[in-house]
């Protein structure tokens, strides 16, 4: 079974995304901060991070850039998931070096679809 | 609506369309044609129904035809069928086309643009090896309607989110209020043509490679064949057509073959060599 951290400050997404996850079979984690986030994958890094752009103390974009230098932490497929929809976040994420990026609102199809793309299904 | 109404709606849109309407898609019917009467200045289905029947009117059983299309489609829809062309196809395409330096590909039920947009995204992706070729892909589907919106290449967020990788999203397109537009040069090599397939497609030349994804679906055995047949008519000798997820040519044709390993790839049944190997 793969791992998925589910990075987002809202508990409603949190878990709206967590049903869609385990209907996907993936494992899941979650954090409410990018802080937070950082700390779990220090344990362990996941085969995928959901990830949310604006949230408390650490955001997604500074997040990611620590992720990818923590060791092991470039092999983790990220996919941002936010509301931030214009093309210079989307721009900004892929430098920053994220696999996949959904725009808000989401539903199990876009993550179902994304996850494909990106070879996690 | 009264069964006689329903019957009468489809038979017309199996004739015009080879759509089949089955008696559990009344509501669908209903729902569809609403809009149709409103925008007509018409009180009700049963008004419209009665302008039907009057018949005369092309543009009105025209309208009535298209509202019972369904045309929801998506970028790189599936995925595989269009890793195969990229992967396979096109590969052999650019080795056994190094002569004439030309090749057509053509969407058959193209809806509102994603299919054909894709294959342009990818022969984009592969313009180094086709520099000085002639590429051409025609689009072609019943509805004007649904082919305006193809012309016009402007799409939703969540049309953009279903299939389409983020890269080509930040490549080929550009957002401009709530909408994305497709880049103008991607735009530019797409034509698009309203066309029947219950017609006589021979107009409409000879192709490399056809797509007919997710339209015989709603067909019934003999119109499907009869369809079959005549793409058969316009593929290249060594052509190949794809199918959708759920179509298929067993029992229903015999002019292709399933190409082996690759599901939903069909070549000539008299090809002893095609482009899907
Ligand atoms: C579900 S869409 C398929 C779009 C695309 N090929 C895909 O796979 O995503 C089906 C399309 O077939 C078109 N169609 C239905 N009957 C047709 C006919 N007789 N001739 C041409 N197009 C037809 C509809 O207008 C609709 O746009």
């Not at chain 1, 900004?92 to 993550?111: Q, V, W």
């Not at chain 2, 279903?162 to 209020?177: A, M, N, S, T, V």
Request: hydrophobic share 40%; proline share 4%; charged share 25%.
């Amino acid at each position: 079974m793969k791992s998925c951290l589910i990075v987002d400050d809202s508990k409603v997404v949190r878990m709206v995304a967590r049903k869609i996850l385990h209907e996907l079979n993936f494992e899941t984690l979650e954090a409410a901060d990018g802080s937070a986030a950082l700390d779990i994958c220090k344990k362990q890094i996941p085969d995928a991070v959901l990830l949310d752009w604006n949230m408390p103390v650490m955001d997604g974009i500074e997040f990611l850039r620590a992720l990818r230098k923590l060791p092991g932490g470039s092999a983790s497929i990220v996919v941002f998931c936010t509301t931030e929809n214009d093309i210079d976040h989307i721009q900004t994420a892929i430098e920053a070096g994220a696999n996949e990026y959904i725009m808000k609102p989401f539903d199990s199809e876009i993550i179902q679809a994304k996850f494909q793309q990106v070879g996690l299904l | 609506m009264k069964p006689d109404d329903f019957d009468l709606v489809c038979r017309l849109v199996k004739d015009r369309s080879g759509l089949i309407l089955t008696r559990d898609k009344a509501y669908l019917l209903e729902s569809r044609l609403m809009p149709v009467a409103r925008r007509r200045g018409m009180k009700g289905l049963d008004e419209l129904v009665g302008a039907i029947r009057g018949k005369g009117d092309e543009a009105l059983l025209r309208e009535v035809t298209e509202a019972m299309t369904t045309n929801e489609s998506f970028f790189f829809r599936d995925i595989k069928p269009f890793e195969v062309f990229r992967q396979t196809i096109l590969p052999r395409l650019i080795s056994a086309r190094e002569g004439k330096r030309t090749f057509r590909i053509w969407c058959a039920a193209c809806s509102s643009g994603q299919e054909p947009y894709s294959l342009a995204m990818i022969l984009k992706e592969e313009a180094a090896r086709l520099s000085g070729w002639r590429q051409e892909i025609l689009g072609t589907d019943i509805s004007t309607e649904i082919l305006a919106k193809a012309k016009a290449g402007a799409y939703s967020q969540f049309e953009v989110q279903r299939g389409l990788p983020i890269q080509l999203l930040l490549k080929y397109f550009k957002k401009k209020d709530d909408v994305w537009q497709i880049d103008p040069a991607l735009k530019s090599m797409v034509q698009y043509r309203e066309f029947n397939l219950l017609h006589d497609l021979k107009a409409l030349g000879q192709f490399e490679v056809v797509y007919c994804r997710n339209v015989l679906i709603y067909f019934d055995q003999p119109t499907k064949s009869r369809v079959l047949e005549q793409i058969s008519r316009l593929l290249q000798p060594d052509g190949v057509l794809f199918l959708g997820g759920a179509e298929t040519v067993l029992g229903i044709s015999d002019k292709f073959k399933p190409v082996p390993t690759q599901r939903g790839v069909y070549c000539l049944a008299g090809a002893t060599q095609s482009l899907a190997g």
